[in-house]
């Protein structure tokens, strides 16, 4: 059994790891801004196999302060950390306003940051298992095929992405001796309630991954894979 954090995991894929996670017999711990679709999401997970799981309200996006906080206070046995958090973008460049870029930037590139300081620094005070590769601990971030691939009215979200990619080999390189895995999935455009009618209509000749799809890539990462490094693309 490990223990598992999820942002963003009231919804879409956070929402649907939690919930596959859970059934598989892991422990979750679930981070999100909308306290009503959390608790409900929460109330449903699998206990089958006594699993403690907790949640945490809150917008990693506006409360870096909250992120350190969480991770040093509350989750003392972390094994697994997965940010799934994201906000998109459907606006030209010119016309996107400073608010949105930051929220962008906030939400899907520095929030990632922040958790990965403090997860990391978290394990590196306790002893870090040094031969079984199975019990390495591990990060996991959700990037997008965006990030290679240009598409109108996706500039900063573009733009976030592949800054995570860099962020995410960088620190597989730093934390490689340490036993920390850190990987990140690059999907096409997903089967979730965030994918808008408008961009489905647009890309209405190209294939939309579901859920399911990106969840069992994750879980390869997450659990079953020496990967470490990598830039999974999915589509």
């Given at each position: 059994?490990?223990?598992?954090?999820?942002?963003?995991?009231?919804?879409?894929?956070?929402?649907?790891?939690?919930?596959?996670?859970?059934?598989?017999?892991?422990?979750?711990?679930?981070?999100?801004?909308?306290?009503?679709?959390?608790?409900?999401?929460?109330?449903?997970?699998?206990?089958?196999?006594?699993?403690?799981?907790s949640y945490t309200i809150l917008d990693v996006a506006t409360s870096p302060d909250g992120i350190?906080?969480?991770?040093?206070?509350?989750?003392?046995?972390?094994?697994?950390?997965?940010?799934?958090?994201?906000?998109?973008?459907?606006?030209?460049?010119?016309?996107?306003?400073?608010?949105?870029?930051?929220?962008?930037l906030r939400t899907n590139l520095e929030a990632a940051i922040e958790l990965s300081q403090a997860?990391?620094?978290?394990?590196?005070?306790?002893?870090?298992?040094?031969?079984?590769?199975?019990?390495?601990?591990?990060?996991?971030?959700?990037?997008?095929?965006?990030?290679?691939?240009?598409?109108?009215?996706?500039?900063?979200?573009?733009?976030?992405?592949?800054?995570?990619?860099?962020?995410?080999?960088?620190?597989?390189?730093?934390?490689?001796?340490?036993?920390?895995?850190?990987?990140?999935?690059?999907?096409?455009?997903?089967?979730?309630?965030?994918?808008?009618?408008?961009?489905?209509?647009?890309?209405?000749?190209?294939?939309?991954?579901?859920?399911?799809?990106?969840?069992?890539?994750?879980?390869?990462?997450?659990?079953?894979?020496?990967?470490?490094?990598?830039?999974?693309?999915?589509?």
């Amino acid at each position: 059994m490990k223990r598992i954090l999820i942002t963003g995991a009231s919804s879409g894929l956070g929402k649907r790891m939690a919930e596959c996670w859970s059934a598989s017999g892991h422990e979750i711990h679930m981070v999100a801004r909308n306290e009503k679709r959390l608790k409900q999401v929460f109330s449903q997970l699998d206990r089958s196999q006594n699993q403690q799981h907790s949640y945490t309200i809150l917008d990693v996006a506006t409360s870096p302060d909250g992120i350190q906080e969480l991770v040093r206070q509350n989750l003392p046995t972390l094994d697994a950390a997965v940010h799934a958090a994201g906000v998109t973008q459907e606006s030209l460049c010119i016309r996107t306003s400073r608010a949105e870029m930051q929220c962008i930037l906030r939400t899907n590139l520095e929030a990632a940051i922040e958790l990965s300081q403090a997860v990391c620094k978290q394990w590196l005070r306790r002893s870090t298992p040094s031969t079984n590769t199975t019990a390495t601990r591990s990060l996991l971030f959700i990037s997008s095929l965006l990030s290679t691939t240009p598409s109108m009215g996706t500039s900063i979200y573009a733009a976030s992405k592949a800054a995570l990619e860099g962020f995410t080999r960088t620190l597989a390189l730093e934390m490689k001796s340490k036993n920390i895995r850190v990987n990140a999935i690059a999907p096409t455009y997903v089967d979730t309630p965030m994918l808008s009618e408008r961009v489905r209509a647009q890309i209405k000749t190209e294939r939309i991954a579901s859920v399911d799809e990106v969840v069992r890539a994750a879980t390869f990462l997450l659990f079953d894979s020496m990967c470490s490094g990598n830039i999974v693309p999915l589509h």
